[in-house]
């Protein structure tokens, strides 16, 4: 973070982003009340309190996991999912006490209790939750202006609504990449507020297409002013997995500066970052000698690094460091645009749950702490790694697979894994004619971030194949799957405009977040067989 | 509730009042994948879900208050205090002890799980909360249609916004009372969509003024179309603390039917109802041998008992029964609205925080049960109905009483309180003189439910009176208020409309909700001493 002498020039008056909507949010009358408030002495009859003396829980505990529970290096050998079971089953996992109580007789700045969580309180949220978000934003994202504001929401799906209708007045419409997150564009699209797509290749959005689409912008042909709001999720893309390197932040940052934009950066798996996938064979996992410096340093950075001048809301959420149950995550932003999610806030969800502000609150400030935090991180991280190679592992181990360079496309810049059918003997001549005629099955590229592959599958290589069919043969693909037991993301679900989705049917997401190891292996033997009988290969 | 077989009639489509908005809410992709969800044996790869095993908390526990931990009639003697503040500090609460585990061996209809309840869930939230809250809607509040529809949001104010966004465009206009809750405006405000206000009398909303406001309704006069949504605290009204009762409730339905409106029922302070204030000298709380079904009984009825058309959407909260931090409540309302409000649940908040949600269903299902939990709200209606007879108690020995019923005005059909200052020997003459005038310093009507006074202050009387003079005295008396220490609510933030804000100067929201015996007393103190002094008679 920078000195306090950095603040956010005044000369950059971002409020004329503001949609009308927005302008409109009233300050709470609360507000010029507020320099009464929390006084010593002052006795509130103001407020809709209840007494605390009425709220059933007396105190609230938690079996916690330690924060070292996972290594920070996978494990090489197959033990590893017998290892992962023994701590799912029989309860070897390391946990510590913790409880919250309803008073506390230390401050309500150091410490959390029911009365305070439990009662209603500002949108802000609880005051030690603000200072290790604060702390946590600065160390790690080290924003360029030290009068950055930090808001707590209720999950980034809450963040981005609550951004898009204070920046977007409808017929308005906002930048994306070509495929993106399925809920962002519906809670945009009730409000008159639609994606224009922007190209993507390995790394994400393209800053040279993101220029083109806005020097070109015809607004009489696109029905729609040039946008000024670009929403993207630059690491573990969802649902393609690119992760967006620095370089490429800071050309698309300029973009933006150029043509006033501003960048709402929803990054759900900022932590999950993985180094690149090595096939089993040559692969070693080295014991990471990494202190979390070294850890950190190696993250690709947020675009909050570039930006001098307030144009990016940052979207962070614990659903995916502690649970998506938290609903709880928040803004980081210039002043203005966190006062307007503030008053947002306050008349809708008014502040997220206490119950689970308390307990994450307690977790972070008192079980972990910021440097706990950031081990358990580094844990998920290596995790996340690992269930990544298996899946890529046993997947490969079905199929012949080619590594091929990718100088072009939505996977310019790398390298790709192509499947082809096995070659048996006795040999099945039907195989045989498609790797002798180069007639793969399915490519992907192994993801550095996130939960998820994206397959494309070579639906050209089907029996009978015509162009018109992809769609079809999409649909009819995952039916075959979900009735063989395995339910994936139908690649059409991600397409952020219908001309993308014509354009690019024939593509699976596939999580491998969820499920157990031994489940992870069953159900990629359901994908190949069904791939390969639906190839008619078997 | 009624028999399967009377349904909601076809005949009766309400989805012309959905509003544009609400109208383009896109049905969630996944919803036609769902048939697949949860079958048997189906491994899901779809979602991006962490697996449990990384949800840092093992378990989750708690100590819970008993569901009789408050006697059900009020205590007679000052006692009461003492007894109230070794409950407080002396530990001397009994509490019982509940767990939540991570992994339930039980089905997830029946038994909450960390597992279930910190994972992504549909915005309908946790089965087994789903059922208990449609047991408690359909025995308390006797719905008048079988098919009618339960679904939780994060709090009334979450689902006040939903509702008036699923049922308003820009520009039209909702019917409500001439004072009420300022969150609910503030809410509907930046949506163009601004209040109406109807006249009230000692019950709330007078029928006879809302047919007069809707017949007269001149579109080019009023600038928007005539409205087609009311909202209404009818139980404990915020601020006025007036109390609806059965036969007008109907009254107003038949108007709605009438003019085709939906009404929104924000009603947090239903189990709040209390018995009429009695003056202390002539006071004595029966021992109550009611049961539940005659503490029930005894409850003014929801609009949802007349509903026969499903034109009401009433709203519930855990915020005054448990605690305001729950951010938890439900919808009660007909299929087609439920399912927008479910839509723009999945695009905003997605679902209510699952730390709340389990601990809320296991304290509901597993701890209390249903006739626990009704225990515990008369157990709460009692303690509240103690704290306004001792907040009033109080007020009056600082001044001169008297009671008078009140035949016409925002007060008609109640009996009134009027404040005149005590005389005292020596006599002072002010007061003496005031006495002499009938110069009154305030009055309020004894509320029957809910957490506030609603005092007129009589500014007419204050010395060198001028009519122009009201708001600015109204702020000053609420200034000398705070600097003396205690912060009440103004009256001027309550008003509906600018208008009624100009009419209605002069009030002051009191809340006897919050503070303790001991620190009531001293409030009152203070307000005494400060409206004392204020008036010249000090």
């Given at each position: 973070?920078?000195?306090?002498?950095e603040?956010?020039?005044?000369?950059?008056?971002?409020?004329?982003?503001?949609?009308?909507?927005?302008?409109?949010?009233?300050?709470?009358?609360?507000?010029?009340?507020?320099?009464?408030?929390?006084k010593?002495g002052?006795?509130?009859l103001?407020?809709?309190?209840?007494?605390?003396?009425?709220?059933?829980?007396?105190?609230?505990?938690?079996?916690t996991?330690?924060?070292?529970?996972?290594?920070?290096?996978?494990?090489v050998?197959?033990?590893?999912?017998?290892?992962?079971?023994?701590?799912?089953?029989?309860?070897?996992?390391?946990?510590?006490?913790?409880?919250?109580?309803?008073?506390?007789?230390?401050?309500?700045?150091?410490?959390?209790?029911?009365?305070?969580?439990?009662?209603?309180?500002?949108?802000?949220?609880?005051?030690?939750?603000?200072?290790?978000?604060?702390?946590?934003?600065?160390?790690?994202?080290?924003?360029?202006?030290?009068?950055?504001?930090?808001?707590i929401?209720?999950?980034?799906?809450?963040?981005?609504?609550?951004?898009?209708?204070?920046?977007?007045?409808?017929?308005?419409?906002?930048?994306?990449?070509e495929?993106?997150?399925?809920?962002?564009?519906a809670?945009?699209k009730?409000?008159?507020?639609?994606?224009?797509?922007?190209?993507?290749?390995?790394?994400?959005?393209?800053?040279d297409d993101?220029?083109?689409?806005?020097?070109?912008w015809?607004?009489?042909?696109?029905?729609?002013?040039?946008?000024h709001?670009?929403?993207?999720?630059?690491?573990?893309?969802?649902?393609?997995?690119a992760?967006?390197?620095?370089?490429?932040?800071?050309?698309?940052?300029?973009?933006?500066?150029?043509?006033?934009?501003?960048?709402?950066?929803?990054?759900?798996?900022?932590?999950?970052?993985?180094?690149?996938?090595?096939?089993?064979?040559?692969?070693?996992?080295p014991?990471?000698?990494?202190?979390?410096?070294?850890?950190?340093s190696?993250?690709?950075?947020?675009?909050?690094?570039f930006?001098?001048?307030?144009?990016?809301?940052?979207?962070?959420?614990?659903?995916?460091?502690?649970?998506?149950?938290?609903?709880?995550?928040?803004?980081?932003?210039?002043?203005?645009?966190?006062?307007?999610?503030?008053r947002?806030?306050?008349?809708?969800?008014?502040?997220?749950c206490?119950?689970?502000?308390?307990?994450?609150?307690?977790?972070?400030?008192?079980q972990?702490?910021?440097?706990?935090?950031?081990?358990?991180?580094?844990?998920?991280?290596?995790?996340?790694?690992?269930?990544?190679?298996?899946?890529?592992?046993?997947?490969?181990?079905r199929?012949?697979?080619?590594?091929?360079?990718m100088?072009?496309?939505?996977?310019?810049?790398?390298?790709?894994?192509?499947?082809?059918?096995?070659?048996?003997?006795?040999?099945?001549?039907?195989?045989?004619?498609?790797?002798?005629?180069?007639?793969?099955?399915?490519?992907?590229?192994?993801?550095?971030?996130?939960?998820?592959?994206?397959?494309k599958?070579?639906?050209?290589?089907?029996p009978?194949?015509?162009?018109?069919?992809?769609?079809?043969?999409?649909?009819?693909?995952?039916?075959?799957?979900?009735?063989?037991?395995?339910l994936?993301?139908?690649?059409?679900?991600?397409?952020?405009?219908?001309?993308?989705?014509?354009?690019?049917?024939?593509?699976?997401?596939?999580?491998?977040?969820?499920?157990?190891?031994?489940?992870?292996?069953?159900s990629i033997?359901?994908?190949?067989?069904?791939?390969?009988d639906?190839?008619?290969?078997?």
């Amino acid at each position: 973070m920078l000195s306090e002498n950095e603040k956010l020039p005044k000369a950059i008056d971002l409020s004329h982003h503001l949609s009308e909507v927005s302008k409109s949010r009233e300050t709470s009358p609360l507000k010029g009340l507020a320099r009464y408030f929390g006084k010593p002495g002052i006795i509130s009859l103001a407020g809709g309190m209840p007494s605390p003396v009425y709220f059933p829980v007396a105190s609230l505990s938690a079996e916690t996991l330690a924060f070292d529970s996972f290594a920070t290096t996978p494990s090489v050998s197959s033990e590893s999912n017998v290892s992962w079971f023994w701590r799912l089953f029989s309860k070897g996992e390391r946990t510590e006490h913790m409880t919250i109580p309803k008073y506390s007789t230390s401050s309500p700045q150091d410490s959390v209790s029911l009365e305070i969580a439990l009662q209603y309180g500002t949108a802000q949220g609880l005051v030690p939750l603000q200072n290790f978000i604060r702390t946590f934003t600065s160390r790690i994202y080290k924003p360029q202006y030290s009068d950055v504001a930090i808001l707590i929401h209720a999950g980034n799906t809450d963040g981005f609504g609550r951004a898009i209708q204070t920046l977007c007045n409808p017929g308005e419409m906002f930048l994306t990449e070509e495929w993106t997150y399925p809920s962002a564009l519906a809670s945009a699209k009730p409000h008159g507020v639609n994606p224009v797509s922007v190209k993507i290749d390995g790394e994400g959005m393209r800053s040279d297409d993101l220029r083109k689409v806005l020097s070109e912008w015809n607004e009489s042909l696109r029905g729609a002013p040039r946008p000024h709001v670009l929403y993207t999720v630059p690491v573990g893309q969802n649902p393609t997995g690119a992760t967006m390197g620095a370089s490429r932040k800071k050309e698309i940052y300029d973009v933006c500066v150029e043509y006033d934009i501003i960048i709402i950066e929803d990054d759900p798996y900022f932590f999950l970052q993985q180094d690149p996938y090595v096939p089993k064979a040559s692969r070693s996992y080295p014991k990471a000698k990494d202190g979390d410096t070294e850890f950190l340093s190696k993250l690709a950075p947020s675009f909050l690094k570039f930006d001098y001048q307030g144009r990016v809301i940052r979207l962070d959420s614990f659903s995916k460091t502690i649970a998506p149950g938290s609903r709880l995550g928040w803004f980081t932003c210039n002043e203005i645009f966190a006062e307007r999610f503030e008053r947002h806030g306050e008349t809708s969800t008014q502040a997220p749950c206490g119950f689970g502000q308390a307990l994450i609150t307690q977790l972070l400030t008192k079980q972990w702490g910021y440097s706990g935090y950031i081990r358990w991180l580094r844990g998920l991280r290596s995790e996340y790694t690992q269930r990544r190679d298996f899946f890529i592992d046993e997947l490969s181990s079905r199929f012949s697979m080619r590594s091929v360079y990718m100088a072009q496309g939505p996977w310019a810049g790398c390298t790709a894994l192509i499947a082809y059918p096995k070659v048996k003997r006795p040999r099945n001549s039907v195989s045989e004619k498609l790797m002798l005629n180069d007639q793969s099955i399915f490519s992907f590229v192994p993801p550095t971030s996130g939960m998820f592959l994206w397959l494309k599958i070579h639906f050209e290589n089907y029996p009978s194949f015509k162009p018109q069919d992809k769609a079809i043969l999409e649909i009819k693909l995952w039916e075959k799957l979900a009735d063989a037991g395995v339910l994936v993301g139908p690649g059409w679900m991600f397409a952020s405009t219908d001309d993308i989705q014509k354009e690019t049917e024939g593509h699976l997401r596939i999580s491998f977040s969820l499920v157990d190891f031994e489940t992870m292996k069953k159900s990629i033997t359901v994908i190949s067989d069904v791939l390969q009988d639906f190839f008619g290969l078997l």
